[in-house]
């Protein structure tokens, strides 16, 4: 266990069948912030809170230039260097994971928030539905996958 919750949620979460292929769906597709997904289903699902569209963007837009500045030109180096030498394709690939874990560092210390009973993935849904169209396929998906009780 790390010392941010979010991250440990989001390592335990984004493994189970489903999450990263709707994830990365929403990602290419609309441009979607896959670590700010996995903020606000954790923010629903083990924080017990309803994150205003205002709040989300706040943090959204505190966050967006490590992303655009660091993780996705990692993540087009890593995608660029796949299938052309395996063992550079790793590094790159661990590299931008620990990228991404700053940024998660940095949504949480922004957010405040701390675990908290009550939460679920009907709360999660609101706070997604505030970043993604409800009804979106792989948003419906994601839900899905949340709201599967994880393999033992």
């Known amino acids: 266990m790390s010392e941010n919750p979010l991250w440990d949620f989001s390592l335990a979460v984004y493994g189970r069948p489903g999450v990263s ?14 670590n700010l997904l996995l903020f606000a289903a954790w923010a629903g699902m083990a924080c017990n809170a309803d994150l ?3 709040e989300l963007a706040r943090i959204d837009s505190a966050v967006a230039p490590w992303r655009d500045e660091v993780v996705r030109p990692l ?9 052309e030498d395996d063992a550079l394709y790793k590094r790159l690939k661990a590299v931008e994971l620990e990228a991404e874990r700053v940024q998660q560092d940095r949504l949480f210390a922004l957010s405040g928030l701390t675990p908290a009973p009550g939460g679920g993935v009907a709360l999660a849904a609101v706070n997604l539905y505030r970043l993604v169209p409800e ?3 792989a948003l419906m998906a994601l839900l899905a996958a949340l709201d599967t009780p994880p393999e033992p």
């Open 135 to 137: 009804g979106d396929p």
């Open 21 to 34: 292929a709707a994830c990365l769906d929403l990602q290419d597709r609309l441009g979607q912030d896959v």
């Open 75 to 83: 993540r087009a180096v890593r995608r660029r260097a796949k299938g």
């Open 52 to 54: 205003p569209a205002g």
